[in-house]
């Protein structure tokens, strides 16, 4: 397999569920400016152009962070990352995999954009994410993880997106249950290789 990745990006939370599920898989950096890679255009790859993208040893291209994370999660089902099939629990679990999706990371993408100014970025982030991040921070303050005491795949979701709030601006060291969660989350030798792997960390 091959993780197609941009460092610091999203990608991320796809990583840590490999190591998380024991896989192998090469890792391939795309340049977010020229959709570049050592393998050439990018696009070739997938004609969105984003990343993640996890090419299989068929040749099968999947996207779209969330679905990749429940491939991941559905392949290897002795791993418990996700609750099994037909489940409240599962359900639980791909609730919060779309609300990260939709509400955190898009909204968390906006923040990103070179076309708006920073008052701009400001308002936008009062109104759509300072109440998100005050329902996560309430649901962690009972919960080690999404849900509950074990660790899933939107687990790994939710540090990825809640990584990035310092890199514009945002300052959520005041949310003291996302804090906790996050300093778990590091503890995880699998959450220690992705960020090694992407140089985030030495």
């Known amino acids: 397999m091959k993780l197609y990745f941009a460092s610091g990006s999203c990608g991320l939370a796809t990583q840590i569920a490999l190591r998380e599920a024991g ?4 890792l391939v950096e795309v340049d977010f400016k020229t959709k570049q890679t050592v393998e050439g255009d990018y696009y070739q790859v997938t004609a969105k152009g984003f990343v993640p993208a996890l090419k299989l ?3 099968d291209v999947l996207t779209e962070g969330a679905v990749i994370l429940q491939w991941v999660s559905d392949q290897n ?21 779309n609300f990260i999706a939709t509400d955190l990371h898009k909204n968390m993408a906006v923040m990103f954009s070179p076309v708006l100014d920073d008052a701009t970025k400001a308002s936008f982030a009062k109104a759509n994410l300072i109440n998100k991040f005050e329902y996560v921070d309430e649901h962690l303050a009972a919960n080690d993880y999404l849900l509950g005491d074990r ?3 939107a ?10 709030p310092g890199r514009v601006g945002l300052d959520i060291s005041g949310y003291a249950s996302i804090q906790k969660f996050m300093a778990r989350m590091e503890q995880r030798p699998t959450v220690q290789a992705s960020l090694k792997a992407e140089g985030l960390i030495d």
Request: avoid cysteine; glycine fraction near 8%; charged fraction near 25%.
């Open 155 to 164: 687990d790994a979701y939710l540090y990825n997106v809640l990584s990035w």
């Open 57 to 59: 040893d068929d040749g």
């Open 151 to 153: 660790f899933s795949v």
């Open 77 to 97: 089902p002795d791993r418990g990352l996700l609750p099994a099939f037909g489940t409240k629990e599962r359900y639980k679990a791909l609730i919060w995999l």
């Open 23 to 26: 896989q192998t898989f090469d």
